[in-house]
């Protein structure tokens, strides 16, 4: 990765991931792109900041020839929450977007990534422990996408010798950019709401698991994964990732160790509650590892207190 371009990147992941990059790569040599014109925003940044649909292929091209870019990491997508309430849109933006994306890695020779995620399993795969090569049905229009994007992203590669590579990510937590319209979102809002009011509604259930990461391990994998050496990538698209499998009662424990007074209460969200169901309690990282040296350095307590911690700065600076 020399010079790269980044789809979707004022979302959850993009908006860190482009600092990150950034840092490593130079200012210059990383063109943040997003559906929306916020061009001021951008303006105070350091580096490119180029207003892209995805699904404009012809633009999506054109931006990439421009910068001469060698990698294109693909962001831009509908998360599983709002994906099953517009299926159709859903379909259409995130494969008509990756398709347009994979086109122009094909045509200007440029590595490629784009994360997956635990939404591309569903109810017929193994709960526990889900092995990196098992069933994929998935249940949802957002898995549905996931799983016919690892496929076509393993198409580019055999046919047209495009190096793609992916993770599925789990839920991520971060204190920057707010998620929207995901299943794992409480993940999130739990810390806010800990910070605002003591209290937080949960509109998953108790006892749900699902797999978690924080966002600076999330970033490390991406980077990692694509420094990693390609004769060494035999499962390419793509590679489980994860640090802890909870349930939201778990974060209230973790929660109350620095804010004892935090109450959690539930109010289930049938849509969502039906996702995460069909979702994997646990997967297994282990061929991640194996591959190219996945790690994590926080687990639950070590994500809690630096969301505490940081989220606190975030408001106490927002305010004065
Ligand atoms: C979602 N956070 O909830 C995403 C994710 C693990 C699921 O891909 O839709």
Redesign the pocket.
Known sequence: MKRILVTGALGQIGSELVPKLRDIYGDNNVIATDIKNEKQYWQTQSGPYESLDVSNGQALFNLSKKYQVDTIIHLAAL???T?EKKPLLAWNLNMGGLVNALETAKELKCQFFT?S???AFGPSTPKEKTPQVTIQRPTTM?GVS?VSGELLCDYYHLKFGVDTRGVR????ISYVAP?G?????YAVEIFYEALLGMKYTCYIAKDTY??MMYMPDALNAIIQLMEGDPDKLFHRNAYNVTAISVQPGDFEKAIKKFLPDFRLDYKIDPIRQA?AES?PNSIDPTVAKQEWGFSVSYDLDKLTQDMLERLQQKFRSNAS
Request: hydrophobic content about 40%; proline content about 12%; charged content about 10%.
């Open positions: 998360l599983s929450a994906a994360p995620s635990i939404g957002y996931k990510f789990p839920g991520l998620p319209g995901g299943t794992t979102d699902m797999d996702i979702w």
